[in-house]
């Protein structure tokens, strides 16, 4: 394959995993590759980054399709070892890589990792075709049980559960996320090699962290996610004051204008408006908490609280089968993991522990009937999966008609609504329903209602 | 400008501005394909210091516009002496031309564009200011040049370089981020936050500077709302200086834990997670 060939490719594979990479910006990068040197491999993937991807949350799967289409060059890179990774008993190589860990450097990492996945990454799935597995080279290193022992060594004496353990156990876990990371870097690289790039290419980007299903996050991603809500929290309210300062005028102020018409003899030239009221709605969220949709109901909750200036007022309130109000746990400046877990045990928020749309909606109108008002907006958070039960499409019926506004936000994608015993579309006809499937779609959202 | 990245590297170092690989090859290319370079990143990772670092290891001037709220062409690219053309038409008569050159008050672009010396042209903080500047910058940044109706087109002397920096509170336009470089600047690893702290406060012992570097890697690990920047590691290592604190323990940093975290909620969670209380 040409350079140029495999330029384009790689440019093209980068749209295909929807990065936006416009043609001037193609040709930028082709210039890029004639002003520095192509055999630095580092500097070639930051010449493309540099041209090509203008945004952080690409840059991962930007990663992964460089190492396929770039990959590194492995032959010659086997250094001098104090070990020989090819014969050496699995006891010595955990003892190598817990070495790696705590002071290795990023390249004596990767060519361990390289070595690693050809000992134990291969797997025979027919004579004469091969598989290559990460979980397996995994398994037979098992990095995360080096922990004890590490720590056991660096401490050597000190008292436990301090600062130095806290700074060891950090270091250690990123050694065993980019060891991790450069284990399935290089497994891919095997399968691209024995069966093309392009059919591992599709499957190995993941997709950008705004673009990830809400039910679908593992736990590492809802932790990525926390991170992302006040930055997003902060660009969103940036973004609506703008949107609010452009937007309509006030009303006509007369004294004003009376008196700049006294400049053309008491005809009115120029009007002048009072600048306009701020529209700050007050919100009333009621979030369905069950297993299912924990983690986009806190994703949510999170958001709108960090965005809290926006509005007049927001309560909160929980529900699996019977709903509390949950407003309390997220005082200003609280804690943000300390007000998931407080919410997870302090709040009644469960009575048999299955979901029940109908009864927790009863119960609300009963007990918190009058948090609705004409100037608040409800948004209903849920999947709308009731287990059977009676859905009370008359309570809510009335809930939102007491409201200003009121809206539904179902985390599922809306091809499985009404399967099962989801009732979006009957929940549907009485408060609209939108679906919201990822933090894009919700930030969207907010900035239609704010 | 440069030779090479690795030129770029050795060349930043000798100011006391460490730069990485990605840092490197994005100054590099900036320069050799005469793009300019949009940075953005976490406050205080050191993207303007960036652009001050570039300007003194080449030599050249550094022109800063520093972007706000309700910054216009008037303050940005150039305005009209009315108060000389004014003057002008009441002392000889009416017919002569008030719209050249004598008249014309320079602001940071146009000073960068008609610049004789090489320039380093730092646009900093872009996200702050409005929408309609970002269309004022685009004919600048693709073909360095600027259009004054009543004179005609200013084209570039010889090219300043351009070095925007945003701290992305609002997404800048895909038409100006078409016309840019990319470079984001994460916080940096242990390894090289430790070379930046040795390398602006000198005076620290290594040990410490690398215990620093170990320690603030670790708060940025926790889930905080805001997580402690360069800029605040280096405050910090000052602290211990001025205090004189040969070891950074436990006490230590439970003392001091308020230079790097500002948010009460932060510093409770440091404490209970670490567990200095």
């Known amino acids: ?450 | 400008m440069f030779a090479s990245p690795a030129d770029v590297t050795e060349r930043l170092t000798a100011v006391d501005y460490l730069s990485d690989d990605a840092i490197s090859t994005s100054v590099f290319l900036a320069a050799a394909l005469g793009k300019p370079l949009l940075v953005e990143g976490p406050a205080g990772v050191g993207k303007t210091q960036l652009a001050k670092a570039v300007a003194q290891a080449t030599g050249s001037a550094l022109v800063r516009l520093q972007c706000y709220e309700g910054l216009d062409e008037a303050r940005a690219l150039y305005e009209w002496n009315y108060k000389k053309q004014l003057l002008r038409i009441q002392a000889t008569s009416a017919d002569d031309d008030i719209f050249t050159e004598e008249f014309l008050l320079e602001r940071p672009l146009l000073k960068a564009i008609r610049a004789e010396e090489p320039t380093v042209l730092l646009i900093d903080e872009m996200d702050k200011a409005d929408v309609e500047v970002e269309g004022l910058l685009l004919e600048l940044l693709s073909d360095f040049q600027v259009t004054i109706p009543e004179l005609g087109t200013i084209v570039a002397r010889r090219r300043p370089y351009v070095v925007l920096t945003s701290n992305a509170t609002r997404e800048l336009s895909e038409a100006l981020k078409r016309r840019c470089l990319y470079l984001h600047i994460e916080y940096p690893t242990p390894e090289r936050e430790r070379d930046i702290v040795l390398a602006q406060v000198p005076s620290l012992p290594a040990g410490v500077a690398e215990q620093l570097a170990r320690t603030v890697a670790t708060l940025r690990a926790l889930e905080l709302k805001k997580a402690p920047s360069v800029a605040e590691t280096v405050d910090w290592a000052h602290t211990l200086l001025a205090l004189g604190r040969g070891d950074l323990d436990e006490e230590t940093v439970a003392e001091t834990l308020g230079v790097v975290l500002k948010h009460n909620s932060d510093h409770e969670r440091a404490v209970k997670e670490l567990g200095l209380a």
């Open chain 1, 1 to 450: 394959m040409s350079l140029v060939d495999r330029h384009i490719g790689f440019v093209h594979a980068l749209r295909d995993a929807g990065l936006p990479v416009s043609l001037a910006e193609g040709l930028d990068a082709a210039r890029a590759l004639q002003v520095i040197d192509l055999v630095e491999r580092e500097s070639l993937r930051e010449a493309y980054a540099a041209t090509l991807v203008k945004k952080p949350a690409n840059r991962p799967g930007f990663d992964v399709l460089f190492d396929l289409w770039f990959p590194p060059t492995t032959s010659g890179l086997r250094q001098r070892e104090d070990v020989d990774l090819d014969q050496a008993p699995v006891p010595e190589l955990r003892e190598h890589l817990a070495g790696l860990l705590m002071d290795g450097t990023e390249s004596e990492l990767r060519a361990f990792a390289r070595a690693m996945v050809g000992r134990f990454g291969r797997q025979e799935a027919r004579p004469g075709r091969q598989n290559w597995f990460s979980y397996s080279v995994l398994r037979a290193l098992s990095p995360e049980t080096l922990m004890a022992g590490i720590l056991r060594e660096v401490l050597a004496g000190q008292e436990r559960g301090g600062l130095a353990e806290k700074t060891a156990r950090q270091r250690v876990n990123s050694g065993i996320r980019r060891f991790e990371e450069a284990v399935s870097a290089d497994v891919r690289r095997r399968i691209a090699e024995d069966s093309g790039i392009e059919k591992i290419a599709r499957s190995a980007v993941r997709p950008p962290l705004d673009q990830l299903d809400f039910l679908r996050v593992t736990k590492a991603d809802l932790a990525r996610l926390r991170r992302e809500v006040h930055p997003l929290a902060r660009r969103l309210a940036a973004r609506l004051t703008i949107k609010h300062r452009k937007g309509r005028r006030g009303r006509l102020d007369f004294r004003r204008t009376v008196r700049a018409s006294l400049q053309s003899g008491g005809v009115p030239m120029d009007t002048h408006f009072k600048p306009p009221r701020p529209h700050k709605p007050e919100l009333v969220i009621l979030c369905d908490t069950s297993d299912s949709v924990s983690s986009f109901a806190h994703f949510t909750l999170l958001l709108t609280y960090a965005l809290r200036e926006q509005f007049t007022k927001v309560r909160a309130f929980g529900f699996v089968d019977t709903v509390d109000e949950i407003t309390r746990f997220f005082q200003p400046g609280a804690d943000v993991l300390d007000a998931m877990s407080r919410l997870a045990t302090e709040a009644d928020m469960v009575r048999f522990g299955r979901t029940n749309y109908g009864h927790a909606l009863e119960t609300f109108a009963e007990r918190y009937g009058d948090a609705i008002g004409p100037k608040s907006s409800l948004l209903i958070l849920g999947d709308a999966r009731s287990n059977y039960q009676p859905p009370a499409l008359e309570v809510l019926k009335s809930l939102a008609g007491k409201a200003r506004h009121a809206y539904w936000l179902n985390p599922e994608p809306r091809r499985q609504w009404d399967t099962g015993d989801s009732i979006a579309t009957d929940y549907g006809t009485v408060v609209p329903m939108h679906e919201c499937r990822n933090v894009a779609q919700l930030t969207a959202f907010i900035e239609d209602i704010a």
